[in-house]
Structures are given as C-alpha cells and as structure tokens.
C-alpha cells in the first residue's frame, strides 16, 4: 500500500465511506502525494500517451484550426488557453505553427491553466522564453475572447459513479473491507441531478457525473457567449454517460484503481453531452478526432513531413498519423467537441 493508500485507510475508518469523485481528487491532487502533484506520467517511461505527445501534427493542424477561426472572427485580441496542458507540448505546437499567421502571436495572451506545480515546471521549461500566465481556477481568466482548447483534460477530472434500482440510485463509494480499500455502494436514494437519466437508463446501468466539469463550462459558456471566441475539447468519451468506465493506467497497461493510489492514473470516459449542455448558452458541434484531424488536412502535413524523413523515424511517423486518426487507434475513441457562439460560424474542421 502507498503512502497515500494509508492515509485514506485511516481517513475512511474514521470518517466512513468516501465517494469516487473524493477518491480520484485525493489520488490525482494530493499535494504531497497526488499522481499528477508528484510526476510527469507521459511517455514511453510513463504510465500513458496524449495526442500531442505521439505527433507534432497534432498541436499544428489545431493551432491552424484556432488561427484560421480568430481570422474568422475578425482577429481580435484575446486570451489563447489550455485547460491541463501536461508537458505543455500541445501549445509549444499551436505556437510555432501559428508564427506565420500574421498578428496571431501578437494577439494571443497565453494562460495555462495547471494544478500540478510540477507539471507547470515542465510547460515552462517546453514553451521556453514565450511569455504565459498560469491560473489556478476558471474564472481567473483576463477578460477578452476567448480561444480555448483541453485536450485529455476533462477524463482526468472526479467523477461520482451510480447504480440505477428499482427505486433511485446507489452510489458506488470506497470503503474498507479486512482493513484495505475496496469498492462498495451506499443505500439507494432518489437524486434530483439524475431525473432526466430516467427516460435513457433502466435499473441495473451505471451512469457516472462530473461534478467540478459543469461549473467549468458554465463559466466558458458564458465568457464567450458574452466575449466571443470558441473552444476545442479534446477526450475519450461519448454523447452521455453509460456503463462503468472509471479506470486505472499504469506504465500503459490498465491496473485496479485501488491498488496504488497516487501511483496510478485515473480516468473516466468524458460525457460530452453533459459539458455541452453545462455550456448551454453555445452551439456545439462533435464529431471523432480522426474525421476532423482529416478534414483540418492531417494527410497532407503527414506526406509532407514524410518526404523529409528515413528509415525508423519514417516509420514511426507513419505509426503516429494511423494512431492518431484510425477507427481502430484513437480515431473514432477520441471526439472532438466543438463550442461557439451563436450567430458565428463553427471552427474549421468542424461544420
Ligand atoms: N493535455 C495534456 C495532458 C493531459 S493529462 C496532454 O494532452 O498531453 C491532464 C492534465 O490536467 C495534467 O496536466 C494535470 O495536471 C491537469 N489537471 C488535472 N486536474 C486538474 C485541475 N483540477 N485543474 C487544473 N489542471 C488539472
């Protein structure tokens, strides 16, 4: 048991049960134990691989896809932001391709918003001398429109989990059972927050909710329908909730959840559906990562930057562009949500 698991043993025999959203906060943001508080996961020598860590392609065709939209938009100035940027890769590409689109850089304020101090080390140490402000919470963003993009942000945030019965829902809790964790469900009560899953569930399903994403797209919602802009959101996921998918990773296999808190990642699929109407006051488009990387012209960069290559590094390229985009890779797993004002065209890519 880690350091961390003991706590939480003596935390829940003291206390009692403690819901998956307080389990995966306390694994994930611990400040002294925490998975992301004390680590930088990615990689081959860690636990799992983002996008923007398989490809340089990735970062460029949507910083292309943000530029070509704030030229839509009229160039205003504005506030260019990541939600959970990890090694901070994703935006070092949306820079540097975005160098020669005149007035882009210029324009952008960039803001990064990051819980893990030793995770903004290394966005600091990838995005070198260019000027950026890390926030800790939302609504800590400077004013202006905003041009916002989380890729692998929203899965890694708490999620409660329940059990529909014949009447109300049982939650799934962690307990103790013979002095370790262990998974079990409190009694089944009515929750007014899952009324409208009635008419989609029958009893026996599990639907899980993300309680710290809804005020997160609240407020995105309302900035740009306010201050214009639009937002890129990147995940694994679905259009609503279904099964259970809460999850574990560790050096790229799945692991128990349980077993090694804050040694392992946690996860849980991204219900889009529920970030879109949480931002209701937005159009939304959604369609899979592979359809609109092929649509921004992934194709074509790939046979360009395949010309400059040999042997392994070419090879491994080719491996990158069919993970990214194969239906069977991370093409149609991952989905692209797409958030904008009304009365203004979506993002390319994505009508
Ligand atoms: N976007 C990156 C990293 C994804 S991992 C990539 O694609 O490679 C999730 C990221 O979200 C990490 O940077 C983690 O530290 C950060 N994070 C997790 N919970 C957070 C929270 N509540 N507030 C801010 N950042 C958070």
């Known amino acids: 048991m880690t350091a961390l698991g003991e706590l939480l043993v003596r935390r829940i025999a003291a206390t009692g049960p403690i819901t998956l959203a307080d389990y995966m906060a306390e694994c994930l943001l611990h400040p002294e134990h925490g998975y992301y508080s004390t680590r930088d996961p990615f990689g081959q020598a860690g636990d799992f691989t983002t996008a923007p860590e398989i490809s340089q392609m990735f970062g460029e065709l ?32 949306i820079l540097r391709a975005t160098r020669q689109v005149p007035g882009f850089h210029a324009a952008a304020n960039v803001v990064l918003m990051e819980a893990s101090p030793t995770l903004r080390t290394v966005q600091r140490k990838t995005l070198g001398t260019h000027p950026v402000t890390w926030i800790d919470r939302i609504e800590d963003l400077p004013q202006g429109p905003l041009f916002l993009v989380a890729n692998e942000f929203f899965d890694a945030l708490p999620i409660r989990q329940f059990r529909r019965e014949p009447s109300g829902w049982s ?6 059972k013979d002095g370790a964790l262990s998974l079990g469900r409190a009694a089944s ?32 919602g309302n900035r740009i329908a306010e201050q214009g802009g639009g937002a890129l959101i990147i995940d694994y996921g679905d259009w609503g909730s279904l099964g259970d998918t809460f999850q574990a990773l560790q050096d790229h296999e799945f692991a128990d959840p349980l077993a090694a808190p804050g040694r392992a990642d946690l996860t849980a699929h991204v219900d889009f559906q529920a970030l879109a109407l949480a931002a209701g006051k937005l159009e ?56 904008y004002r009304p009365g203004t065209p979506p993002p390319p890519g994505l009508s």
Not at 171 to 176: A, D, I, Y
């Open 62 to 93: 949507l910083g292309l896809c943000l530029a070509q939209y704030w030229l839509d938009l009229g160039s205003p100035p504005m506030v260019l932001a990541e939600l959970g940027p990890g090694r901070g890769t994703l935006m070092a590409d």
């Open 171 to 176: 939650e799934t809790m962690v307990g103790l």
């Open 189 to 220: 009560t009515p929750f007014a927050s899952l009324e409208h899953r009635l008419a989609d569930t029958k009893p026996g399903d599990i639907v899980e909710t993300c309680p710290t994403a809804a005020p997160i797209m609240d407020y995105i």
């Open 284 to 339: 939304h488009k959604f369609a899979n990562q592979g359809a609109v990387l092929e649509r921004l012209g992934i194709t074509h960069r790939a046979t360009a930057l395949a010309q400059r290559l040999k042997g392994p590094a070419r090879e491994s390229h080719i491996a990158a562009h069919r993970r990214l985009t194969h239906p069977s890779e991370m093409g149609s797993l991952f989905k692209v949500l797409a958030l």
